[in-house]
């Protein structure tokens, strides 16, 4: 008799046990399903606060380029400063909108970006001094971060460089050089246009 009270309190703690484990193992598979969740949560806001970051940039340059298009030159002073006017108040509301997304880097691609950085950073000091010359250097930069294979030359050193930044600043780089591109794109137009213009009939300068 006794044994048999025995056998049943065993039994009861195997069960207790036993149910114990399913219910923690449970509580841990909810857990993690909550984290995984969260976690996709996270990175959606990180893509959203890059995303307000990118189209941040990319207001103040669209505004930038309207103050400085060819447009702006061949209108009255007066309408062209009651523009100005308008376009810096909306670069200074666009400028109060704060946004900002930090890239989590290791040593190595902390170095990788330095030199990046520091490359291109090279080329933009002298785009004035040649600005065909430096915007294929700053083509080559770029073709350098593409996943396919360009058309064009391709820079084998940043290559080798870029290939070490951390995801998200290759996109940050590729973007910076895509935008550096537009611009001395919009600077070798500008220079053009006023060439034209100086050679258009009546616009000599005649020497008596």
């Known amino acids: 008799m ?3 009270k025995v056998n049943q309190v065993k039994g009861s703690d195997a069960e207790n046990k036993f149910f114990r484990s399913v219910s923690m193992a ?5 857990l993690l399903e909550t984290l995984d969740n969260l976690e996709l949560r996270v990175e ?43 376009a810096d108040r909306l670069i200074g509301r666009t400028l109060t909108v704060m946004v900002s997304v930090e890239t989590i880097r290791s ?3 902390e170095e990788a970006l330095s030199k990046a950085t520091a490359l291109i950073d090279e080329v933009v000091s002298k ?12 083509v080559a930069l770029y073709n350098a971060c593409s996943s396919d ?10 290559q ?15 973007s910076r050089l895509e935008k550096l591109i537009r611009n001395v794109s919009n600077a070798n137009r500008s220079i053009t246009l006023l060439d034209q213009q100086k050679a258009e009939p009546g616009n000599y300068n005649h020497v008596y």
């Open 107 to 109: 040593l190595q691609q």
């Open 160 to 174: 080798s460089i870029i290939i070490g930044c951390a995801l998200e600043d290759q996109k940050k780089i590729k």
């Open 2 to 4: 006794a044994q048999s």
């Open 44 to 86: 959606t806001l990180r893509e959203a606060a890059a995303s307000m970051e990118q189209e941040k940039e990319t207001l103040l340059e669209l505004i930038q380029s309207v103050q400085n298009s060819q447009d702006m030159k061949h209108i009255s002073e007066g309408e062209r400063e009651e523009l100005n006017v308008t």
């Open 149 to 158: 294979t360009p058309p064009g030359p391709v820079d084998q050193k940043f």
């Open 26 to 30: 449970d509580r841990s598979g909810r």
């Open 127 to 138: 785009v004035l001094e040649d600005l065909r010359s430096n915007k294929k250097r700053l």
